[in-house]
């Protein structure tokens, strides 16, 4: 789960900005049920942020910032390129300082914090550190001097682990000193070169929660996996039936189409050529599923049976509409927002993977209101059996509601006068548990709104211009 992410001089952000996903005390009563308790430790974490702003107020820069510190992690810039850090770039200064981005997580039964600083050209500092108690143990840390030499020093726990458990991470960072690349993160590093079973116990919970539980969704792309689930369970295909259904999409079931037994030559046919590029028969293990979505927005897959045959699979939506014989439709003739939706339906599906964080940038898009509040309403009655959690951009103001949500689970983002994002919650505001919300924000209560200027004089000048 994320405990907190902070980062400094990125895009929009010129100052540090944290978003905070521990309870506040300043909330008082209501939704005590919406908080998750940390064993151990004096944290109770929200399920979901929904983060309010205007247009280019640094919304989707958090999301980009979180984006880009998880490719820093997983993939990295190639060796002898820039870092692709983006500084705060409307006043001179912070170009030159590095960037910075921190995370506190709790994985695997533990605290972490993670973070790093980096320029344009190389990683200027990097610490992995373990919580317990209110204490900081240090895991790693990684520095680099100005031509690009780097130290990395071992905590005691590393060190101590690499005997009990044989863990390779100790002589890796000797290894790292002389050989890693002065552009890319340590942890990289051990995601690249060291194998899951010797990343060990401090190292492999972080890299995991980078590469399993962090999904990022921006606006117009889709989860990934989706149609893999609709061909390989039954039960999802049912519930996602069962949801469209309930919220008078019209759809009454998601089927599944299969082709018949097909050459391997035949079914990579069936596939545009531009996914199908470079896929080759040893790329398939028996029981498999290769899953693509289209740009016309329907989606197949490809799979290869038990017995090796290939087969390929589309994915139709039957209908009923008052009709005795029902009728079916490929997804793609679907509107935008049925597809959209199922697309989503994943993440409030109570069998997915457990202490998932989900975010989604515009939620909003091609949803209906009533839709947007149901979907978060469902997230939160799985959210705390399965550890899960969301974090929202949106423009769509029925989800400002005490009744739905904590004011510390609702976020503002706003612009100062040097054109710097800053980040702050509800809960810092004293507001009756009354208040029409909705109004206030479109009030300019809370800031976070569009300034609109002198339309009148806008009008009128263009009229003399006529």
Known sequence: MLISFSVTNFRSFRDEQTLDMTASTRVGAGHDDHCCKI?????????????????GAGKSNLIKALRYAAWMVLDGPRPGKHTARE?????????ASPSCFDFRIFAAGHIFRFGFQVSDSQIESEWLVLEQGGNEKMLYERSADASGKIDIKLGNLLADEAVADKSQIHAFA???????RANQLFLHAIHENVGSDSQGEWVRPVLRWFSESLMIIDPGEHLKGLHRLLTTSPDFAAFSSSFLKSVSTGVDEIIRLRTEELPFEHARDMIPFGLAQGLAESDF?????ADYTLPTGGMMAMTRGSDGGYFVHTIATKHHAGQEKPFELPLVAESDGTRRLLHLLPVIYPKLKSDSVIVIDEIDRSLHPLLTREFVEAFLKVALQTQRQLLLTTHDTILLDLDLLRRDEIWFVEKDQRSSSNLYPLSQFPVRKDLRLQRGYMQGRFGAIPFLGDLEKLHAGREAAA
């Open 39 to 55: 064993e151990g430790e004096n944290i109770r974490l929200l399920p979901v942020a929904v983060l309010y702003g205007a247009n």
């Open 87 to 95: 500084a705060f770039a409307h006043m001179e200064g912070p170009g």
């Open 174 to 180: 000797q290894f790292a000193k002389s050989s890693s």
């Open 285 to 289: 293990e028996r029981d498999t599923v």
